[in-house]
């Protein structure tokens, strides 16, 4: 077995499984943010081309991405929205996806392109229709993540600290209809090609109210361009806010942007998890 392909970024046994899998596997690029320890390996292997991604034990945001593929993403491969997992090992933490090909969506024209986000509404309808649950325990749970998470380190401001904890405090918790989110829905996981929107990353994969996969769009893309946020509702079909949840789950996404982005030091995405906070707060 050769073990000049992998370059160190996988260990042997990893390596030899990838080669079980795949005839003469060959790296093509490096995609991994750097931010943790998440590898995203672009792969050749007999005329075809395959994402690796990997992490260690304890990154949960992998075994987030199992589930997901596993039992979720079964809608959006169909319409050649997601890429289909083609290998898993679990034990070795890898998963071996088609690539889909195209540039990414953020920073790019179709970021403010309507009929992508009508696109990106319709994809995560898919998604959220998928399963549903009510959970009695879900919103006391993440009030009392999002106070730990205040008590963490990070640079949020001591008075917007005192503002949220006061806000989570006074929040009187119901019953939760959950079901799958992405986690991240915005244009830094879309890949656009030709005039088609893809969906990658579902390492924040998790069972929450639909409402909170729109946050995202909600403190960036629509701020200032409600006709994006009419486009995606045109896909999406109703609005799922609504006035009692909606600010606490926008606070909540705040609060832990803020505080992840500062422990993995991502200063672009911590200064947006401040903002989002700042916004947050209005609405209470």
């Known amino acids: 077995m050769s073990n000049v392909w992998h370059e160190e970024l996988l260990n042997e046994d990893q390596a030899a499984q990838i080669e079980e899998w795949l005839t003469d596997p060959q790296i093509v690029a490096d995609l991994s943010w750097g ?24 990154n949960h945001h992998m075994q987030r991405e199992f589930v997901a593929h596993a039992r979720f993403t079964r809608p959006l491969v169909e319409l050649g929205v997601t890429a289909r997992a083609r290998f898993v090992d679990e034990s070795l933490r890898l998963l071996v996806m088609d690539y889909l090909p195209g540039y990414l969506c953020d920073h790019s024209p179709a970021e403010l392109d309507p009929e992508i986000h ?26 009392r ?67 909170s996969d729109l946050n995202r769009l909600a403190v960036q893309q629509w701020k200032d361009a409600p006709e994006l946020e009419s486009a995606f509702f045109e896909g999406y079909g109703d609005d799922p806010r609504d006035s009692r949840t909606w600010p606490i789950i926008s606070l909540r996404e705040a609060i832990g942007t803020a505080v992840w982005a500062y422990q993995v030091g991502d200063t672009d995405f911590e200064a947006q998890g401040h903002q989002m906070l700042r916004d947050a707060l209005e609405l209470f």
């Open 145 to 211: 993540k999002c106070l730990n998470w205040l008590s963490a380190d990070h640079r949020i401001n001591p008075h917007v600290v005192a503002r949220a904890g006061t806000a989570l405090s006074e929040y009187r918790t119901e019953a939760s209809l959950l079901v799958p989110t992405h986690g991240d829905w915005q244009p830094r996981n879309w890949i656009i090609n030709g005039d088609r929107l893809h969906v990658i990353d579902f390492g924040r994969f998790d069972f929450r109210p639909a409402s």
């Open 35 to 58: 931010l943790t320890d998440t590898k995203v390996l672009q792969l050749w292997s007999g005329g075809q081309q395959y994402i690796l991604k990997t992490a260690d034990a304890k």
């Open 118 to 143: 009508v696109q990106a509404g319709r994809a995560l309808r898919l998604i959220h229709d998928h399963f549903s649950y009510n959970d009695e325990n879900y919103e006391k749970k993440f009030i």
